[in-house]
């Protein structure tokens, strides 16, 4: 791998943090609910053994989640593929543990201090997460057998082109002939892991028994096998949204809008396939309800045609209780459902 330039945080406070690691201190690591959140917390624990281990919702990361690590006696807390808007949470964090934090998201405010290690490399989301988790903790321990689980959150994360030498190599490795292309819906070895890890993540997460998928991946590429019935599921349900909006689709300002309530939280992936297969040229928008009051939403512009991140930040400002974000190509967030009309009318003036 080549070397990575971390704009935020340096190797030299990360190792120093590892190894002041010793059995007498609790850990909790804690990390995002998406393919590379979960592969970013597979590759840290492989290495630290956390005694707190948890994947979260942005929602999440409150006083009350602070408080209750407090209680468990946590002394260090480790954080990855965890962006955040403000820096409220990381800062209490840091006045009750030892914080290590690993992210790929935009750099908001360098929080490095005595009790907080941050490491970013910035410049827009050149690495994912688990990429640069591997990175570090495989000059401590032989993480190779993980290679491919890396790889699947890079393609799933949008991140393949700095890392491009790597994951040609892995490609070649497991020989997947397929192009390395994050939105492929080509059949080969690492593709068809991603999907399956995306699928699963859905399953679980909407089971709420996300945290079963991190002791279900095995140790090599072939412990993915057990969850593919669970994936199954899942995309059988996207095939069908993908039909449904076909003829339930909405123009808005050139965009195609659709609100669906599926069985499984599909709403990033369904935008995915449905802007990969059907509307490679178009802005699609997917909205679906989460509970009775808040909706959520995915965008997806395959070309880049639009950004979608700028879009989602301009259709959500101003909305009570919204938030949200991504990159060019994909962006997610959420709303009031009271407010549908009002989003659908800023989408016609933006």
């Given at each position: 791998?080549?070397?990575?330039?971390?704009?935020?945080?340096?190797?030299?406070?990360?190792?120093?943090?590892?190894?002041?690691?010793?059995?007498?201190?609790?850990?909790?690591?804690?990390?995002?609910?998406?393919?590379?959140?979960?592969?970013s917390a597979k590759i840290v624990n492989e290495v630290v053994d956390a005694d707190i281990l948890k994947l979260v919702n942005y929602e999440e990361l409150n006083d009350e989640l602070i408080l209750r690590l407090k209680s468990q006696k946590i002394k260090r807390l480790i954080l990855t593929d965890l962006a955040m808007d403000d820096m409220k949470f990381v800062k209490k964090a840091g006045k009750e543990f030892?914080?290590?934090?690993?992210?790929?998201?935009?750099?908001?405010?360098?929080?490095?201090?005595?009790?907080?290690?941050y490491l970013n490399p910035g410049g827009n989301n050149l690495y994912c997460a688990a990429y640069l988790c591997y990175y570090l903790f495989s000059k401590i321990q032989n993480l190779e057998d993980h290679d491919w689980l890396v790889a699947c959150a890079c393609l799933s994360d949008f991140t393949v082109y700095k890392n491009r030498k790597w994951m040609e190599e892995i490609f070649e490795k497991y020989n997947d002939k397929t192009k390395i292309e994050p939105m492929s819906l080509e059949n080969g070895p690492i593709q068809n892991?991603?999907?399956?890890?995306?699928?699963?993540?859905?399953?679980?997460?909407?089971?709420?028994?996300?945290?079963?998928?991190?002791?279900?991946?095995?140790?090599?590429?072939?412990?993915?096998?057990?969850?593919e019935s669970y994936a199954r599921e899942v995309e059988n349900e996207i095939n069908s949204v993908v039909k449904r909006f076909e003829k339930e689709k909405e123009e808005i300002n050139g965009r195609l809008v659709f609100k669906f309530e599926p069985k499984f939280e599909i709403g990033s992936l369904a935008s995915t396939t449905i802007s990969?297969?059907?509307?490679?040229?178009?802005?699609?928008?997917?909205?679906?309800?989460?509970?009775?009051?808040?909706?959520?939403?995915?965008?997806?512009?395959?070309?880049?045609?639009?950004?979608?991140?700028?879009?989602?930040?301009?259709?959500?400002?101003?909305?009570?209780?919204?938030?949200?974000?991504g990159h060019i190509p994909a962006a997610g967030g959420h709303f009031l459902r009271k407010d549908l009309e009002k989003f659908k009318e800023k989408l016609k003036r933006l």
């Open positions: 791998m080549e070397q990575i330039n971390f704009l935020v945080g340096s190797e030299k406070r990360f190792y120093d943090w590892i190894s002041g690691l010793n059995e007498k201190d609790k850990v909790a690591l804690l990390s995002h609910v998406d393919s590379d959140g979960v592969a030892d914080v290590l934090w690993i992210d790929h998201h935009k750099i908001m405010e360098d929080v490095n201090s005595d009790k907080i290690v892991l991603k999907r399956t890890l995306e699928f699963a993540i859905i399953y679980f997460k909407t089971k709420k028994e996300l945290d079963k998928i991190l002791n279900l991946i095995g140790k090599n590429i072939n412990g993915m096998k057990i969850l990969n297969m059907k509307s490679p040229d178009k802005t699609v928008i997917l909205i679906r309800p989460i509970d009775e009051k808040m909706c959520a939403v995915s965008m997806r512009r395959q070309n880049s045609g639009e950004d979608m991140d700028k879009l989602m930040k301009n259709a959500l400002q101003g909305l009570e209780n919204s938030g949200g974000g």
